[in-house]
């Protein structure tokens, strides 16, 4: 397996790990453990309190791992693999969706869990994950 496919297939884990944390976060009613954004509470580190440290895992994981590890492979894809483009629109729409999917994340704690962006947020972390599922796959061929 090449270094790209590796990486790629790092994003998926990456982001399939934070999706199960975002299920958890739903399961354990944490979705306002911190109940403002990016900090919780009004600091970087959350109270002694599990659903605060249940939100703020989903949001350490997006932070310090699914951001950079998508972008990664957008930008790889973009510097290295401009022959393929199935695989290029891939991992730029993956790059860009996880961008917005912070800002979004953002909204739904912001807005007070509003259902129909707490679906959107679901609905665009499956994106990426296909978005970056498409990518591993077609690397790893």
């Known amino acids: 397996m090449t270094p790209f496919a590796k990486l790629a297939w790092a994003a998926v884990v990456a982001t399939f790990v934070l999706i199960a944390i975002g299920g958890l976060v739903r399961a354990t009613d944490s979705g306002l453990g911190c109940p403002d954004w990016p900090l919780c509470f009004g600091d970087w580190l959350p109270p002694a309190e599990l659903h605060a440290w249940i939100e703020h895992t989903h949001r350490l994981v997006a932070a310090v ?39 979004l994340g953002r909204s739904v704690v912001l807005e007070l869990l509003r259902a129909e962006l707490v679906v959107v947020h ?16 077609r690397a790893q061929r």
């Not at 790889?76 to 483009?85: H, I, N, S």
């Not at 679901?122 to 796959?137: G, I, N, P």
């Open 122 to 137: 679901l609905a665009m972390a499956l994106a990426v994950l296909a978005a970056t599922l498409f990518v591993a796959d």
């Open 65 to 103: 791992f699914v951001g950079p590890l998508v972008g990664a492979v957008a930008l790889t894809a973009l510097l290295t693999r401009r022959q393929d483009r199935p695989m290029l629109v891939a991992a730029a729409l993956a790059g860009v969706l996880v961008i917005v999917q912070s800002l």
